[in-house]
């Protein structure tokens, strides 16, 4: 499926900064996590059980538990909104999607997220809203003016949404604040063989592309890998619960972030040189099967190729550029690009092969690859089945 060029004229954009919160707003921070966990399963559980006797999908507002849970009224009454308003998109994309969505589950201190998200509200003209930025803070609701690290601010014309907070495992507070702005609409680039990428999914490359280039392997990242399996077994071999054990969990928590960090600056960067050159990138519809066997086999950059593509997408679309998706099942890797000859016998191991058709050499990813930004291009113009020459 081509995708035409987003020319929606609203655009979102978040900043993400660090929050240095005093032990008292930390302390209310923990309350609206632990608050807005416990709104959650009693709304779940009470939506369950109304439905199972009365066959009738129904979730109560906060206010309806604020009288059973008075410390519900000590957080942010607008942060139990957007718990509110989350459940029940949950439910809506669980009904109307139900192969890729799940069925809300309940949450726990251990394995979620601590974080809860606000809308901003704007009063009357001119009278402000309970979200904004002061100089070196934030102000939000019930918490007052956070100490907050402002590296980036948001220009004088975008419009404040949402403000989440965040607390990471290793325990620092984050704060996504998320802008809405208009962006003139961009004219859509005509993309040519010459001008188009096509990108093919490596294991040990993280993507070959039809030029036969692969990106620049991020040796640090296989670092920080190592030195992480060497601090877990460290860790193993710790006693449960003693103090080393805490400081070391505490390190690793750490180590975790910081790759974490890695990936997503190398994927920023690697998706922005992309879009900034070329015209069109063409890639294969991600086989979620496939992904989830090639993670198994443990490669550091697996997590980041979704994100990747994601990037890619949205660098490529604001500039008015085609991404385009090929079909999960078009044969990528065992169509020969000269001659369009379907090997179906090629070993799924072999690198380099010759193709018994032509008797054209193929390196196996850029072959992909070529096949992708060909089938791509004839998509987007649809023309499928006649080759097109540069
Ligand atoms: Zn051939």
Same mark, same amino acid.
């Given at each position: 499926m081509a995708r035409k060029p987003d020319n929606k004229s609203v655009r979102n954009t978040t900043i993400k900064v660090r929050l240095d919160p005093t032990p008292a707003q930390a302390e209310l921070f923990e309350k609206t996590f632990g608050c807005c966990r416990y709104l959650w399963n009693q709304m779940l559980a009470d939506e369950e059980r109304f439905y199972n006797e009365t066959n009738v999908h129904f979730i109560p507002t906060p206010a309806k538990y604020k009288a059973g849970a008075p410390f519900l009224k000590e957080v942010d009454s607008g942060a139990l909104a957007t718990v509110h308003q989350n459940l029940r998109m949950a439910?809506?994309?669980?009904?109307?999607?139900?192969?890729?969505?799940?069925?809300?589950t309940f949450k726990t201190k251990k394995r979620s997220k601590n974080s809860y998200t606000v809308y901003c509200q704007y009063y009357a003209a001119g009278k402000g809203s309970n979200i904004y930025l002061t100089e070196n803070g934030i102000r939000l609701p019930k918490v007052g003016v956070v100490k907050a690290r402002l590296y980036r601010k948001p220009l004088h014309w975008w419009m404040l949404k949402t403000a989440t907070v965040t607390k990471t495992p290793s325990g620092k507070y984050f704060c996504s604040l998320m802008f809405a702005y208009a962006a003139k609409p961009v004219a859509p680039v005509q993309p040519t063989p010459k001008t188009t990428l096509g990108l093919n999914y490596s294991l040990s490359h993280f993507y070959v592309d039809s030029n036969g280039h692969t990106p620049d392997p991020p040796h640090w990242l296989a670092q920080s890998q190592k030195k992480l399996s060497a601090m877990q077994q460290k860790l193993c071999r710790m006693q449960c619960g003693s103090h080393n054990y805490e400081q070391q969990l505490r390190k690793i928590q750490r180590l975790h972030e910081h790759i974490a960090n890695q990936r997503k600056d190398f994927v920023h960067k690697e998706s922005r040189r992309i879009a900034?050159?070329?015209?069109?990138?063409?890639?294969?519809?991600?086989? =979620?099967?496939?992904?989830?066997?090639?993670?198994?086999?443990?490669?550091?950059?697996?997590?980041?190729?979704?994100?990747?593509?994601?990037? =890619?997408q949205y660098k490529l679309e604001q500039q008015g550029k085609p991404y385009i998706v090929v079909d999960k099942y078009f044969p990528s890797a065992k169509a020969c690009n000269r001659c369009g000859a379907v090997h179906d016998a090629l070993a799924p191991d072999a690198k380099r092969w010759r193709c018994p058709a032509c008797g054209a050499v193929h390196d196996r990813g850029r072959n992909a690859a070529e096949n992708l930004r060909d089938q791509g291009l004839a998509q987007y113009y649809g023309t499928e089945g006649q080759r097109i020459s540069a």
């Amino acid at each position: 499926m081509a995708r035409k060029p987003d020319n929606k004229s609203v655009r979102n954009t978040t900043i993400k900064v660090r929050l240095d919160p005093t032990p008292a707003q930390a302390e209310l921070f923990e309350k609206t996590f632990g608050c807005c966990r416990y709104l959650w399963n009693q709304m779940l559980a009470d939506e369950e059980r109304f439905y199972n006797e009365t066959n009738v999908h129904f979730i109560p507002t906060p206010a309806k538990y604020k009288a059973g849970a008075p410390f519900l009224k000590e957080v942010d009454s607008g942060a139990l909104a957007t718990v509110h308003q989350n459940l029940r998109m949950a439910f809506q994309h669980f009904f109307d999607n139900p192969s890729a969505y799940r069925h809300p589950t309940f949450k726990t201190k251990k394995r979620s997220k601590n974080s809860y998200t606000v809308y901003c509200q704007y009063y009357a003209a001119g009278k402000g809203s309970n979200i904004y930025l002061t100089e070196n803070g934030i102000r939000l609701p019930k918490v007052g003016v956070v100490k907050a690290r402002l590296y980036r601010k948001p220009l004088h014309w975008w419009m404040l949404k949402t403000a989440t907070v965040t607390k990471t495992p290793s325990g620092k507070y984050f704060c996504s604040l998320m802008f809405a702005y208009a962006a003139k609409p961009v004219a859509p680039v005509q993309p040519t063989p010459k001008t188009t990428l096509g990108l093919n999914y490596s294991l040990s490359h993280f993507y070959v592309d039809s030029n036969g280039h692969t990106p620049d392997p991020p040796h640090w990242l296989a670092q920080s890998q190592k030195k992480l399996s060497a601090m877990q077994q460290k860790l193993c071999r710790m006693q449960c619960g003693s103090h080393n054990y805490e400081q070391q969990l505490r390190k690793i928590q750490r180590l975790h972030e910081h790759i974490a960090n890695q990936r997503k600056d190398f994927v920023h960067k690697e998706s922005r040189r992309i879009a900034n050159v070329w015209d069109a990138v063409c890639v294969k519809e991600t086989d =979620l099967a496939a992904m989830a066997r090639t993670i198994k086999l443990g490669n550091v950059l697996d997590a980041g190729y979704g994100k990747f593509r994601v990037c =890619l997408q949205y660098k490529l679309e604001q500039q008015g550029k085609p991404y385009i998706v090929v079909d999960k099942y078009f044969p990528s890797a065992k169509a020969c690009n000269r001659c369009g000859a379907v090997h179906d016998a090629l070993a799924p191991d072999a690198k380099r092969w010759r193709c018994p058709a032509c008797g054209a050499v193929h390196d196996r990813g850029r072959n992909a690859a070529e096949n992708l930004r060909d089938q791509g291009l004839a998509q987007y113009y649809g023309t499928e089945g006649q080759r097109i020459s540069a």
